[in-house]
């Protein structure tokens, strides 16, 4: 036994000599590889620093085996190394994990929060004129969301101006404000960026969420409100210095359930912001003005101007008038008047038209597909006002009658589509195939016949989406949304391609003219 004791000791001896000349990195868990590598930038509680947070919520339509080449190979154009040369394979298959587990709890963010990471460009100042000479109504602002950046274009030249950095996974397409001066972004983690277009220029910058949705300004340009999926809430900001005004939670009238907040709409002639909840089904309705009018809640026989039979409450700046629905609605089209709206429901097989003054649901549309309501347009068509939606399940688009609320026709297309536009100058209305085989197809649709007479593919075999007019509606630029993308200008009459300009996935366009005058053919 001695003779084995001596062996067994000469070969663990052994194994060390050997172990100390060719060290072994120790196995470490997802967790301290983390920490070690990826806290200082996007927080020790993955909630985002100078990165973005790394949440599933967060990262969108990014697939676990696009994080880990990320993670090996870093981001092109940001300050996201590759750590393919410090991480093992095992490893970085670690970390994906990790970053698409939910946290144990719902991240808390509150006013303290917020007013703390709020940043204040003090080398800008704001010039009286536009550092530049192109029409200042008729720039594009291009979301380049393929490596993270803002592309400002001139509307009649169709040259580029100046293109910047911006912050990760912009989205919910950015608001004007009333002169359109400035324009103000939020990112999929919530930091809200304010841009003068004049100077060129970054001016403020505010962390309103962890997971934000989009935001809307009011008409007057007084306030900016986000919409948050985590936490939970609705927060409102002073436009002029983004500085926190008030952060609303989620929660139903009876204050127990809690929601995330889908998606916030300005409602100009209401002075209010319409709210959408995913998870609650009510309708909210926050109004912004400055005398904000009595709000009445609990029993209520009736809400009718001059009618009403209960007895108004006191919720202070920013009052809740909430609308209890059949089930959560999360996408929206108004009507011009902003007095009522149509919302898909969460079945996917029909919508609802609710009415805002009288608070409730008044007709039911069959729609079947998932309409993309939020992607609808109008015009007038033998004197009436029709409304048409894509459908994100089903390849057609639904025409509705705004008066009776019925379906008018419905045309089929090469498959289900994101985007509908047109201008009020534009006989056309163009919408995308964005999903399925087809999505380099675009359709070109007459708003008198309803009926598709031209189908353009500009870019065989890649994705084509979201048209855009300038200012007169005298030329459409579509994206070709891939990472060797471009916008391709078309003659809005003739349908001819005009000029072709080389972007990195333009995944939106928005012209300043159309958005502060409310186009018909754009979203608002």
């Not at 927080?43 to 949440?55: E, K, N, V």
């Not at 950046?149 to 912050?167: A, K, N, Q, Y």
């Not at 505010?206 to 008409?219: D, K, M, Q, T």
């Not at 919508?351 to 549309?365: C, F, K, P, Q």
Request: glycine fraction near 8%; proline fraction near 7%; include cysteine.
């Amino acid at each position: 036994m001695p003779e084995l004791r001596v062996s067994l000791f000469a070969a663990a001896l052994a194994l060390w000599v050997v172990a100390a000349g060719n060290p072994v990195r120790a196995a470490e868990t997802p967790e301290a590889l983390f920490q070690a590598h990826c806290a200082e930038c996007h927080g020790a509680d993955r909630l985002g620093r100078i990165g973005p947070a790394l949440l599933p919520e967060n990262l969108g339509r990014l697939r676990k085996i696009d994080a880990a080449e990320v993670i090996a190979k870093g981001r092109a154009a940001t300050q996201m190394p590759a750590f393919g040369d410090k991480l093992n394979a095992e490893e970085i298959e670690g970390l994906v994990g990790l970053i698409f587990t939910p946290l144990a709890e719902t991240p808390h963010w509150d006013m303290a929060d917020i007013a703390a990471s709020r940043e204040i460009n003090a080398a800008a100042e704001l010039p009286d004129k536009p550092v530049f000479d192109a029409d200042p109504l008729n720039l594009f602002v291009f979301v380049e969301s393929g490596d993270h950046h803002v592309t400002i274009l001139d509307g009649d030249s169709f040259e580029p101006i100046t293109r910047f950095p911006s912050r990760f996974a912009l989205h919910g397409g950015p608001k004007f404000s009333p002169d359109g001066r400035f324009v103000y972004f939020a990112s999929r983690d919530g930091w809200i960026t304010k841009y003068d277009l004049y100077g060129l220029q970054v001016v403020a910058e505010v962390r309103a969420g962890i997971n934000s949705r989009n935001l809307a300004i009011s008409h007057d340009g007084r306030v900016v409100a986000v919409a948050n999926y985590l936490p939970h809430s609705l927060v409102l900001l002073d436009a002029g210095d983004l500085v926190p005004l008030k952060v609303i939670p989620a929660l139903d009238y009876r204050g127990k359930t809690s929601s995330r907040v889908s998606a916030v709409y300005q409602a100009a002639p209401r002075e209010s912001f319409v709210v959408a909840l995913k998870d609650v089904p009510e309708l909210w309705e926050v109004s912004y003005a400055a005398n904000p009018p009595a709000n009445y809640s609990g029993l209520v026989h009736s809400y009718e101007k001059g009618m009403e039979e209960a007895i108004p409450s006191d919720d202070g700046r920013f009052p809740i008038r909430r609308t209890e629905l059949s089930q959560p609605l999360d996408d929206f089209f108004f009507t011009p008047s902003y007095t009522q709206l149509v919302g898909s429901a969460r079945d996917g097989e029909h919508a609802v038209v609710v009415h805002l003054d009288v608070r409730r649901e008044i007709a039911e549309l069959p729609l079947p597909g998932l309409p993309h309501l939020g992607s609808g347009i109008s015009w007038l068509r033998d004197g009436r006002r029709i409304m048409a939606t894509p459908h994100l399940k089903e390849a057609r688009i639904s025409f509705i009658d705004m008066e009776d609320w019925k379906i008018v026709k419905t045309i089929e297309t090469l498959g289900p589509g994101f985007f509908l536009r047109s201008h009020e100058n534009s006989r056309y209305a163009w919408t995308d195939v964005f999903f399925g085989p087809n999505r380099d197809a675009v359709h070109v649709i007459d708003k008198q016949s309803l009926e598709i007479v031209k189908t353009l593919r500009p870019a065989p075999g890649k994705t084509a989406a979201h048209v855009e007019f300038t200012r007169d509606g005298r030329y459409a630029l579509l994206s070709i949304w891939e990472m060797d993308g471009a916008i391709v200008v078309y003659d809005a009459k003739t349908l001819e391609e005009v000029k072709r300009i080389p972007m990195v996935k333009p995944s939106g366009k928005y012209n300043v003219y159309n958005k502060i005058h409310y186009s018909e053919g754009t979203s608002h």
